[in-house]
């Protein structure tokens, strides 16, 4: 598919999420599976968009790729180097405390790296590249 | 499909109807709802969530932030289905909140 590349403003993650959308579509995932991957994909724009850059505006670019049994979306942004997975992500008891005492933070990325089957982020070029990736059903 | 509000409070009781697509760039049309129905001081949070589609961690926030804001207050979670209400589960949100298929009016 061709990459979307949008402004990093809040305002794009409708963009972002249909774009999702039409790679899921064309890759034949479950509803389930596309709503899980354009949470995914939503939770991690909207991470690059608020810490990443800031609120100071920069591009994230969006690329789906069907191969073989799985669809890959990537996102790429130029903010600072920002591995999700070693964020500090909610416990089982964090998880289960009352929301008067729940933390702010932490959420959108746990529920990114739980939506999808696989997950990898890498450094490159000075740009943070965040591979989501869900497996697709075989077919008959 | 863009995010709607509509809110409601009467006596003891608000009711806030969500649909559409809830994430980062719309939550701050909760939070102010919720700001708005704070004046009031319910007793009652009653949320539609019937026609929501899509549900983003800042929408959740919305919900820790309803709980300092409103204090002790009981929070319904009316019609929630789906993916929507998966990610309420997941997050554990499910236990803080009355889920229920519908609402008497």
């Known amino acids: ?140 | 499909m863009s995010f709607q509000l509509s809110t409601d409070a009467q006596q003891d009781e608000a009711r806030i109807t969500l649909g559409g697509e809830l994430d980062a760039a719309a939550a701050p049309q909760f939070k102010d709802a919720i700001e708005q129905v704070a004046v009031t001081s319910p007793k009652r949070l009653v949320l539609f969530m019937d026609e929501l589609a899509f549900l983003a961690s800042a929408g959740l926030r919305v919900l820790i932030f309803a709980r300092q804001k409103l204090g002790d207050v009981d929070i319904y979670v009316i019609g929630s289905k789906g993916p929507v209400l998966n990610t309420l589960k997941m997050s554990g949100f499910h236990q803080s909140v009355y889920l229920q298929d519908s609402y008497a009016t």
């Open chain 1, 1 to 140: 598919m061709e990459t979307l590349i949008v402004p990093a403003s809040l305002n794009n993650l409708t963009d972002i999420r249909n774009y999702v959308k039409e790679a899921a579509s064309a890759a034949g995932t479950s509803k389930e599976k596309l709503y899980q991957l354009q949470l995914a994909a939503d939770e991690i724009a909207t991470n690059i968009i608020t810490y990443g850059y800031s609120g100071k505006g920069g591009e994230i670019s969006v690329r789906g790729e069907i191969e073989g049994d799985s669809l890959t979306i990537t996102l790429e942004d130029s903010g600072p180097a920002f591995d999700p997975r070693v964020r500090e992500l909610p416990s089982e008891e964090d998880l289960s405390k009352p929301l008067e005492e729940r933390a702010i933070g932490g959420l959108g990325i746990f529920l990114a790296l739980q939506g999808v089957d696989q997950f990898d982020y890498r450094r490159e070029g000075g740009k943070n590249v965040n591979i989501l990736k869900v497996f697709l059903p075989k077919l008959a």
